[in-house]
Structures are given as C-alpha cells and as structure tokens.
C-alpha cells in the first residue's frame, strides 16, 4: 500500500520542464544591473516558503545568474549573504561621520 503511494507521488512530482532553458531565457535581454536586482528578488523569494515547482525555477534563475560572465561574484555574494558585520555596525553609530560642524574661524 505505502509502495503505491509512494510511486504516485512521484509521478505527481515529476516535472518534464526544462527550468535551466527557461531561466536562460528569462535573463537574456537584461543587462548587469538588471540580473543584479533579479538576483536579490531571487534570493528574498527563496528565503519564504515556496511550492516545489516555484523553488526549482527560482533555483534555476539563480543558478544562471551566478553562471553568467561579466558578474561580479562578490556583488552576488554580498547579495546572498548580506553586508559585513564590520560594515553593519560601523555605518549605524553615534559618532558616525563628522560630529562637529566645521565653521569659519573669522
């Protein structure tokens, strides 16, 4: 009885779509920008819970994304990961910046 349901699921999971094909056409008239924003929707959407089906194309686009040339992987990375902890905290202090306001000595 298991064994049944266990094959027809997986015939119910079985996809026959080509999701690499479709990601590679989905960013073929971007340019860097635009695969930049692309990638960070990407990453945030697969952050939620998400269908089966959704999760392999989002997988699919990021994947192409992080495969094309001409990105900057470090870009991508930071994307991915977020900003450094160093850089997190240093641009949300007190004493950021210029404290005193610089005036003309007459």
């Known amino acids: 009885m ?3 349901r266990y094959t027809r699921r ?3 999971d079985y996809d026959e779509r080509n999701y690499h094909g479709d ?3 989905l960013i073929k008239g971007l340019d860097k920008y635009q695969m930049y ?3 960070e929707i990407v990453i945030q959407k ?3 819970g998400t269908t089966m ?3 392999k194309e989002l997988l699919a686009v990021k994947k192409v994304i992080e495969d094309e040339k001409g990105l900057d992987p470090i ?4 994307a991915k990961e977020g900003r450094s902890e160093m850089a997190k905290e240093g641009s949300y202090g ?3 910046g210029r404290t005193t306001v610089h005036r003309k000595k007459v």
């Open 2 to 4: 298991s064994r049944e």
């Open 10 to 12: 997986q015939a119910r």
């Open 23 to 25: 990601a590679k056409k």
């Open 37 to 39: 924003e692309l990638y």
């Open 46 to 48: 697969l952050s939620y």
């Open 53 to 55: 089906k959704r999760e």
């Open 75 to 78: 870009r991508l990375k930071r």
């Open 94 to 96: 007190e004493k950021t």
